[in-house]
């Protein structure tokens, strides 16, 4: 009877805890930055809001952040041939990809993971856009046409959280004066990648 009891006693904690939790704690990322786009927030890039990173991530693998509303976005990148970080000693990074967190958290989540069909493709977060409130997440590879200038893609957040492949290019950098050629979406070149999503 002792025991039926204690067990009662556990749930019911649980759940008052569960529901004194701020209801924004209870929405995933992306289904909370859907509902501020929807909201009128807007899209805007800030300095280092200095949260707790995650052990196996280095402060000097970041150098974009981003607010919409009241969540943090931070672009994690990973050495490549477009991608020079400064980094101590030694420390090999293991992830690429998105972290979140909102105004109240102190640390870093792992939102979305950047996993590459070879490791040869070190695909990198680029950045982040937000036309007519729609999320887009822009990621460079290093392959393109064999002298570092990668395969560009251009991911969109859909009304159900997840990242939907909408465009992919040669990606020139910007510095070549010409548009860089147009991939279809279904190419290899356009498939090299995998975004795993967290909270």
Do not use: H
Not at 138 to 148: K, P
């Amino acid at each position: 009877m002792k025991t039926k009891i204690l067990y009662l006693m556990i749930i019911t904690g649980l759940f008052l805890t569960s529901c004194s939790l701020p209801q924004s704690q209870k929405i995933p990322f992306a289904m909370q930055i859907n509902k501020l786009f929807a909201d009128g927030a807007y899209l805007s890039e800030i300095d280092n809001p200095n949260l707790q990173l995650p052990s196996d991530i280095n402060a000097g693998q970041i150098e974009k952040y981003f607010k919409i509303g009241d969540v943090f976005i931070a672009l994690v990148l990973r050495n490549s041939m477009n991608v020079v970080l400064s980094l101590p000693k030694g420390f090999i990074p293991s992830f690429a990809g998105i972290l979140a967190a909102r105004e109240d958290d102190t640390k870093w989540n792992k939102w979305v993971e950047i996993k590459d069909e070879k490791p040869t493709d070190k695909n990198n977060p680029y950045r982040f856009d937000a036309p007519n409130g729609k999320l887009l997440l822009t990621v460079i590879d290093q392959n393109g046409a064999g002298s570092g200038e990668g395969i560009m893609k251009v991911f969109s957040l859909d009304d159900t959280g997840n990242w939907n492949l909408d465009d992919c290019s040669y990606y020139t950098a910007g510095g070549y004066g010409v548009e860089p050629p147009k991939l279809e979406p279904t190419s290899t070149e356009c498939k090299n990648i995998q975004l795993l999503t967290g909270n």
